[in-house]
């Protein structure tokens, strides 16, 4: 009896950007309908981001199966590889960190650290908005993101005595700067992931791009808390304050780790405008003298209510260390994963029918940075239990387990959401669609890096999220640079600094504070007072990345 024939493997894939009718054009147009699909139902039908986003993703298999001729094995497996991506690293690190966060609040000293900031700035109404605004939002942003610190410190300028609408824009304004390296940098690292690019090499140009919204952020602050008059009285303290948070990030961003980029110039920038506030007094008009904090803080407290930032900032230093025959990072990458995704590997080809590395999963274990917040987010919990005032704060490891499980269960549709928007890139990346509509828009030539953060600022306008943003498009970003002879890397960089000025008019971000100063339904009216900014800012950062693909600005560039 003869024997029964193989099984057939799955048919092999090669992506192609004349797929449609030959046309490039057409290719392009047809590629366009998943995004458009996630817009509409996002804006015009109100479904929330996660249905937005799983309808966008069948849409990406269709085009993939019908336009583009995918094996739906291939399509489906494309997802789940890009599902688990979200999962694995990006969710774990954004949850940790909130987690982190959580830590501080459960323990009673984000309390301390809280009642730090508005302690400064000698009962200056204007000083004490800003930098709770820009430093303590910024160090919120770092760790938290999500929405957090335009809700804590919104409510913060309201208890100083900052009318609501006047502490809705002043705190949306401020979370512009610290974006791109929010929540431990994750946007940065999911460009990084999904491009292949060094998500070191990406951070470098970023901090050389958001640096120059942060210096002079601090001044717009204080225009719209005071006016003119805020300027011309302030303007010292808010140069120094912006001038340290910038050079600070800039010099994080290329030189230490960018993970921590937000956490080192949030807090130098702080530490900037304490230590000129001990010689240089402000000039306060009666209507601007602020709230005054009734109980004292210790220096005791205040050194344990910044600990855990410090500790944090040590425990990176510390996995990058690499000092003579010592190898930290090499030590920790002993246990990264390397998984050639089942059934894609091997079967999703390149041009030259190489196995497509993009179908190559990878994982850090020890050094990834989720790994490294949960393992400062235990020590901070030691300390706390065991070095800390026990009376007046209480900390088990009991709560910080309990912290955990809330998180997860607060993070639960986020976590899902953000999965499903990279099942979607994969989609749309490993079939083919990603390269057409970068291929097609690169014809523009030099003047895509005009255009190139304008798609960023859509991508965050909309969604939210500048990871999402990152997700959506980096790829896009990338392949239009390589086809119109633009650094790649530079392009990448321009979609973060793009989203960053978009954080302030996402609906999101605008329902968010609207609630926080107790004025729900206001977000009509927060847009109208913060629309200008955000397209004046978005208009220099195209100016700047359109000289900085050039020789005019391109000595920027690391």
């Not at 003119?228 to 230490?256: E, Y």
């Not at 004046?536 to 690391?558: E, G, K, R």
Request: aromatic letters at 8%; proline letters at 5%; glycine letters at 10%.
């Amino acid at each position: 009896m003869a024997s029964a024939p193989p099984a057939p493997a799955l048919a092999s894939y090669t992506p192609d950007v004349h797929a449609i009718g030959d046309s490039l054009l057409a290719t392009a147009l047809v590629s366009l309908v998943p995004l458009a699909v996630f817009f509409l139902l996002l804006m015009v039908a109100k479904r929330s981001a996660l249905v937005s986003a799983l309808g966008s993703v069948l849409t990406a298999l269709l085009v993939a199966v019908i336009g583009f001729g995918m094996p739906v094995g291939l399509g489906l497996l494309s997802a789940s590889q890009g599902l688990v991506f979200g999962l694995l690293p990006v969710m774990l690190i954004v949850v940790a960190a909130i987690w982190f966060y959580e830590l501080t609040v459960v323990s009673g000293r984000f309390e301390d650290l809280r009642r730090s900031f508005s302690a400064v700035g000698r009962g200056d109404l204007r000083v004490q908005a800003m930098l709770i605004a820009f430093c303590f939002g910024g160090l919120l942003e770092a760790l938290a993101g999500f929405g957090a610190p335009v809700a804590i410190t919104a409510v913060m300028l309201m208890a100083l005595g900052l009318p609501p609408v006047k502490a809705a824009v002043t705190v949306l304004l401020a979370n512009t700067a610290p974006v791109a390296f929010g929540a431990m940098a994750i946007p940065i690292t999911t460009a990084g992931n999904l491009t292949g690019i060094p998500a070191e090499d990406i951070a470098a140009v970023v901090g050389r791009q958001s640096p120059l919204l942060a210096l002079f952020v601090p001044l717009l602050l204080l225009f719209v808390v005071d006016g003119t008059r805020g300027i011309r009285q302030l303007w010292p303290i808010a140069l120094v304050t912006g001038g340290v948070f910038a050079v600070a990030q800039f010099w994080c961003a290329g030189h230490f780790a960018y993970e921590l980029t937000d956490v080192v110039a949030s807090l130098a920038g702080f530490a900037a405008a304490v230590l000129m506030l001990r010689f240089w007094r402000p000039s306060t008009p009666e209507d601007q003298h602020s709230a005054v904090e009734k109980e004292a803080l210790t220096p005791r407290r205040v050194i344990y209510a910044v600990l855990p930032y410090i500790l944090v900032i040590g425990v990176f230093a510390l996995a990058k260390l690499s000092v003579g025959g010592l190898d930290v990072p090499g030590i920790l990458g002993h246990l990264n994963l390397v998984v050639e995704w089942p059934g894609l590997y091997g079967e999703l080809l390149t041009s030259g029918g190489e196995p497509s590395s993009s179908a190559i999963y990878k994982l850090e274990v020890l050094g990834n940075p989720g790994t490294l917040l949960i393992i400062s987010g235990i020590l901070v919990t030691l300390i706390y239990r065991f070095a800390g005032d026990r009376d007046s704060y209480p900390m088990t490891g009991a709560m910080a387990l309990s912290a955990a499980g809330r998180t997860l269960k607060n993070m639960r549709v986020a976590i899902a959401t953000v999965a499903t928007v990279l099942a979607l890139s994969y989609v749309m990346n490993q079939s083919g669609q990603t390269v057409a509509i970068g291929t097609w828009l690169a014809t523009a030539g030099g003047l895509f890096a005009l255009l190139s953060p304008t798609l960023g600022w859509l991508g965050t306008a909309v969604t939210g999220s500048d990871t999402s943003a990152n997700a959506l498009f980096a790829n896009l970003q990338q392949t239009a640079g390589q086809a119109a002879g633009i650094d790649p890397t530079l392009l990448v960089a321009a979609n973060t600094s793009g989203g960053v000025v978009a954080k302030l008019v996402s609906p999101q971000n605008l329902t968010i504070a609207a609630t926080a100063v107790r004025m729900p339904g206001s977000e009509r009216i927060l847009l109208r007072k913060v629309a200008g900014y955000s397209v004046a800012m978005l208009a220099v950062l195209c100016v700047l990345v359109y000289l900085q693909s050039t020789s005019v600005l391109s000595w920027m560039l690391p």
